[in-house]
């Protein structure tokens, strides 16, 4: 392939992946807010970028279901659907159980002291740091749990359902008594962990996820 033809698509490609990356980011952080219309034409003028790379991007979007396409009408944030979260978190609980599954034997003190580390910086952040910082220090610590199993497609399907729970998480969390909850229920799975109580490890990683199904904002 000659060389200005593969320069040509790797420029696209990055131009598609920067909005992508940032559409998404803003999101899950609220900036865009649910049934926001995203403009094309606009957002081609604030990346400077053609239109193409801000549809593909908004393609990607749509097939994780974080915006929506309605034809002749426009593209929106969709709105945060109960049901969606009810299926991910019931996934991400059971993905959380067979991780443990696959990791429990092979636990050492390192690992286990890591795990702790995560859960108190997670605690240091619950009343004080933003509820996207918590969020986020959160998700460390579930996707250690999920790095531990080794099996590098449960940790990709997690990674994947842990971004599709960002937006719910980041309200989740500004509730300090959620914050709280959650620090306790990691608590209780290291303490599971370390006695090698698979059932009780488990239970309390799917409990976790469950929390989150129902609350009110």
Not at 44 to 68: D, G, N
Request: aromatic share 10%.
């Amino acid at each position: 392939m000659p060389v200005p033809k593969e320069r040509e698509v790797y420029k696209r490609s990055t131009a598609k992946e920067r909005v992508y990356l940032t559409l998404r980011q803003w999101i899950i952080d609220g900036t865009l807010q649910p049934e926001e219309r995203l403009n094309d034409t606009e957002l081609a003028e604030y990346f400077s970028v053609s239109r193409t790379p801000v549809r593909e991007a908004i393609q990607m979007l749509s097939e994780q279901k974080l915006v929506h396409i309605i034809p002749s009408s426009g593209t929106f944030v969709s709105p945060i659907d109960p049901q969606d979260m009810a299926y991910v978190y019931q996934l991400l609980g059971k993905l959380q159980a067979v991780a443990i599954d696959f990791c429990i034997s092979t636990l050492d003190e390192q690992k286990l002291d890591h795990l702790t580390r995560l859960n108190e910086k997670f605690l240091e952040l619950a009343g004080t740091g933003s509820s996207a910082d918590i969020h986020a220090a959160d998700r460390k610590f579930h996707n250690y749990l999920a790095q531990l199993s080794e099996n590098p497609y449960l940790i990709s399907f997690t990674d994947q359902l842990t971004l599709q729970a960002c937006r719910n998480e980041n309200q989740f969390f500004k509730n300090y008594s959620r914050q709280r909850t959650s620090y306790e229920n990691h608590r209780r799975i290291i303490d599971a962990l370390i006695k090698r109580d698979l059932k009780t490890a488990q239970k309390e990683a799917e409990d976790n996820w469950l929390i989150s199904i129902d609350y009110e904002s």
